[in-house]
């Protein structure tokens, strides 16, 4: 059979069926047909990692994703558009949008069960992200089981989930946060500047929160084997976090790296999500030379979903490579 299924009428399918030329081949046609007018499956599909840390129980958890024109308006403006154009076609990315990932991490301590981040929230959902709540669901847990949510900074894409209909998502949680940060947003001083849209997002879903919530500082422990690191730069109080048990380690990087090529491979270049932008790289170089120097896990908010990977470093840089099957042996 040579002729596309489309392009036969019935008539001729029976006349060829008749003829003896596709006594076998038929039923398949008709089937193939029938399947074709099913409607698109348009539904998302669950999306979450789990694996284990020692005793800890890790689940990533997609919060969806986002297409965004103009790489080169982000990433690398201390860098011509010619160098992200060529960086990007080495890797086969295309060089007028890219896709942004968003990954909060549940950890289930045994004792705690702990929530890094909140995703971008139901206001975020006619744009195809907000699904953090969709997916904790999804991999077993409710959000009443969450005992603590940590907040690594206060941009919308980490706080959105926060509130769910005016009310806390997670409503037995208490608040983890540095307190840099949270006085940054949370003052009136952002009024006037551009930052005054993150403030009044704060401002919504953060504030009203506060007498749940208490401040964390640089080597201090969220529980045991669950601790903070200060990492600025990205924000002015962005923190990440290294998890340890049972002798294995994972650091949650946040916001330390935004994209897994144009960040990792090329740490100097500016982001324009970066507020202090020589802080961010500074950072981004120490975190990651840890990381490749320990040969660490690490969970990267913005890495491509499963958000999960290692690097190695390389010229004036990091290789990202993507944890296939190491975390489940
Ligand atoms: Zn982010």
Redesign the pocket.
């Known amino acids: 059979m040579t002729q596309a299924p489309s392009a036969l009428s019935r008539r001729n399918l029976f006349k060829a069926t008749a003829l003896g030329a596709g006594v076998i081949a038929a039923p398949q046609i008709l089937v193939r047909a029938a399947q074709a007018e099913a409607p698109m499956a348009a539904v998302l599909p669950a999306a979450f990692k789990r694996f284990s840390l020692g005793e800890f129980e890790i689940t990533v958890l997609s919060d969806g994703h986002r297409v965004v024109e103009n790489p080169h308006g982000i990433f690398g403006m201390n860098t011509s558009q010619d160098d992200v154009e060529a960086l990007l076609t080495d890797s086969y990315l295309p060089v007028d949008k890219m896709q942004f990932t ?1 990954a909060p991490t549940l950890v289930n301590t045994g004792a705690e069960l702990i929530l890094f981040d909140t995703g971008n929230g139901e206001g975020g959902r006619p744009g195809g992200v907000g699904q953090t709540l969709a997916n904790l669901k999804a991999s077993g847990y409710t959000p009443e089981q969450v005992s603590i949510v940590v907040l690594t900074h206060m ?1 919308g ?2 706080i959105g989930g926060l509130m769910e209909g005016g009310a806390p998502t997670f409503p037995n949680a208490r608040y983890i946060a540095g307190q840099a940060e949270y006085d940054f947003w949370s003052s009136e001083d952002r009024i006037g500047t551009p930052a005054e849209n993150g403030h009044k997002n704060m401002v919504g879903k953060v504030v009203p929160l506060a007498d749940k919530m208490s401040f964390i500082a640089d080597g201090e422990s969220v529980t045991g084997g669950v601790t903070a690191m200060a990492a600025f730069g990205h924000t002015p109080g962005h923190m990440i976090y290294r998890l340890e048990s049972g002798g294995r380690n994972l650091i949650l990087t946040a ?1 330390t790296a ?1 994209h897994f090529l144009l960040s990792l491979a090329r740490p100097d270049w500016e982001v324009r ?1 970066d507020m202090d932008k020589s802080a961010a790289a500074a950072t981004r170089k120490s975190v990651f030379d840890m990381i490749a120097t320990d040969r660490l896990a690490f969970v990267g ?2 890495m491509p979903f499963p958000s999960v990977g290692f690097v190695e470093k390389m010229d004036g840089g990091y290789r990202y490579i993507p944890e296939t099957y190491q975390l489940d042996l």
Do not use: G
């Open positions: 968003f941009h894409d980490h916001d935004n999500f908010y913005h």
